[in-house]
């Protein structure tokens, strides 16, 4: 491994709180299978095998956190909030709050779909490195690095909110972390009589229209055309958006 590569993956291990012995396994964890396929002469092995362990290790450990977090709850509640909490969007938003986009080994054409911005790639690169910790360190460090930050979702604030999500809130806070812009909303149509309004709602981005939503009034059409857009947002990679022409 270059030493540019050395200096640089250490600001990953500052986001991690966790110092490898074997620094080799972090780097293996962060090489995409485009990267590893457009550089085959050096018989370099991507991250594939390592995402396999790590699907396994953050099972484990969100179960385990969960059983201690709940301790009255039964078998079928706990496998509700373990699906909740370990899907791709989730498990997307933990890779960019360590910024594993910046440390991604990526090919050159998956890298020019803004390949480091898409949730598939990003939740699969968390589960790598969850098992390279796991595998440079056992299950003490793994525990307490998902552990860390998994339990944000689970405090007492945020735990009634895992079935309701606040889309409005997660829309801002995504643009203008990727593209320093805040979104506004445009109310297009209100139909119907006092007793029984209809509202639509867009949502608007530098002058596109990234979401449309219905409701019986403007807060819950707001929340759905906030849906939609975050659901774009994540799908297409934030980067390209700017250049998308319509949504």
Do not use: W
């Amino acid at each position: 491994m270059k030493k540019e590569r050395r200096q640089h993956l250490k600001q990953l291990q500052k986001n991690l709180s966790y110092q490898f012995k074997k620094l080799a396994l972090l780097n293996q964890a962060l090489m995409h299978t485009s990267y590893a396929n457009e550089n085959a002469a050096g018989a370099m092995s991507d991250n594939e095998r390592l995402e396999f362990l790590g699907d396994a290790v953050l099972g484990l450990v969100i179960s385990h956190t969960l059983m201690d977090r709940f301790p009255s709850h039964a078998e079928g509640e706990l496998t509700k909030l373990r699906a909740e909490l370990v899907n791709q969007r989730r498990i997307a938003e933990m890779a960019r709050e360590l910024q594993l986009g910046e440390f991604l080994l990526l090919g050159r054409g998956e890298d020019s779909t803004a390949g480091r911005y898409k949730n598939s790639i990003l939740a699969d690169t968390y589960e790598a490195v969850i098992a390279a910790v796991y595998l440079d360190g056992g299950y003490g460090p793994v525990f307490k690095m998902v552990r860390r930050q998994f339990m944000k979702m689970l405090t007492a604030e945020n735990e009634g909110n895992l079935h309701h999500r606040d889309f409005k809130s997660q829309v801002q806070e995504y643009t203008q972390a990727f593209l320093k812009s805040t979104p506004c909303y445009r109310l297009v149509q209100e139909s119907g009589p006092d007793h029984n309004k209809s509202f639509e709602v867009n949502v608007i981005l530098n002058d596109i229209i990234m979401g449309s939503g219905y409701g019986k009034n403007k807060k819950s059409a707001e929340q759905k055309a906030a849906k939609e857009a975050l659901e774009k947002l994540q799908h297409a990679g934030t980067p390209m958006l700017g250049t998308s022409g319509s949504p």
